[in-house]
C-alpha cells in the first residue's frame, strides 16, 4: 500500500525505485515525516486525554506510550500545562526535564516495579493518589516505561477503574527512528538496510510486520 501510493504520487515519485520484490525508498526523512506524519499539537494532546476520561469517573488515567511515538513532547506539554489540567480535573505528577524537552516522565514507578521494590511501587502511587484526592482531582501518570510491564500494576490497580492511552507509531516510522538514535546515541554505523536485516534475523514478529508493511 505505501509503495504503490509513492509510486502514483508525482511529487515524490522521484524518490522511488522499485524492481521485482526488491524495494528501495530513498530519502526516508523527508518522505515519510512530511508526508505520513501526523503531528500532535498540544490542545490534540490535551483533548484526547479530557475527552476520553471526562465522560466517566476513573480513578487513574495513564499513558504508556508507545516507545518513540512522542512520549517525550507529551509529557513536556503535560508537565507545562499542570495548573490547565488541575483546572479541568487533573492532576499530574512533577517529574525531571533535561535542557533538551526529554525526560522519563513519572518513570520512578515503573523502575520501582523492575526492581522488584513492590512495596516502594505501592508508596510512590499512594502518594500520588492522595495528592490528586487531596484536591479531588483524578491522578494522570504518564512513562512509556510502563509499556511492557502490565502485569506489575494489578498490584496497585485493582479495584480501581483505569483508562489506558497509548500512541501506535506506523511501524516503518518506528523503525526509521530506532535507527536514528541508534546512530545519535549508541555511535552504530549500521546503514537502514543492515539494521533491518538484523532486526528481521533476531525478530520474527517485526519481520512480519515490516513484510506487511510492504506487501
Given at each position: 500500500r505505501w509503495l504503490n501510493y509513492l509510486e502514483n504520487d508525482?511529487?515524490?515519485n522521484?524518490?522511488?525505485?522499485?524492481?521485482n520484490e526488491n524495494f528501495e525508498i530513498k530519502r526516508w526523512g523527508k518522505i515519510l515525516f512530511k508526508r505520513f506524519l501526523k503531528k500532535r499539537t498540544e490542545s490534540k494532546i490535551f483533548n484526547d486525554i479530557i475527552s476520553q476520561s471526562i465522560q466517566e469517573n476513573y480513578d487513574v488515567v495513564i499513558h504508556i506510550g508507545s516507545p518513540k511515538a512522542g512520549t517525550s513532547a507529551i509529557q513536556k506539554f503535560l508537565l507545562g500545562n499542570r495548573k490547565s489540567l488541575e483546572k479541568e480535573g487533573y492532576y499530574y505528577p512533577p517529574h525531571p526535564i533535561n535542557k533538551n524537552?526529554?525526560?522519563?516522565?513519572?518513570?520512578?514507578?515503573?523502575i520501582a516495579f523492575?526492581?522488584?521494590?513492590?512495596?516502594?511501587?505501592?508508596?510512590?502511587?499512594?502518594q500520588w493518589e492522595?495528592?490528586?484526592k487531596s484536591s479531588n482531582?483524578?491522578?494522570?501518570?504518564?512513562?512509556?516505561?510502563?509499556?511492557?510491564?502490565?502485569?506489575k500494576f494489578k498490584e496497585i490497580f485493582?479495584?480501581?477503574?483505569?483508562?489506558?492511552?497509548?500512541?501506535?507509531?506506523?511501524i516503518i516510522e518506528y523503525l526509521l527512528s530506532v535507527h536514528n538514535q541508534l546512530i545519535k546515541r549508541h555511535f552504530s554505523t549500521l546503514t537502514f538496510e543492515d539494521y533491518i536485516d538484523s532486526l528481521m534475523d533476531k525478530n520474527l514478529?517485526?519481520?512480519?510486520l515490516v513484510n506487511k508493511s510492504f506487501s
Open positions: 508525482k511529487y515524490y522521484h524518490n522511488f525505485t522499485a524492481k524537552g526529554v525526560s522519563g516522565g513519572n518513570s520512578i514507578l515503573a523492575l526492581e522488584n521494590k513492590i512495596d516502594k511501587a505501592k508508596e510512590i502511587y499512594s492522595n495528592e490528586a482531582k483524578t491522578l494522570l501518570i504518564s512513562s512509556e516505561s510502563f509499556f511492557n510491564i502490565a502485569n485493582s479495584n480501581k477503574k483505569v483508562l489506558v492511552i497509548a500512541y501506535q507509531r506506523d514478529q517485526t519481520a512480519n
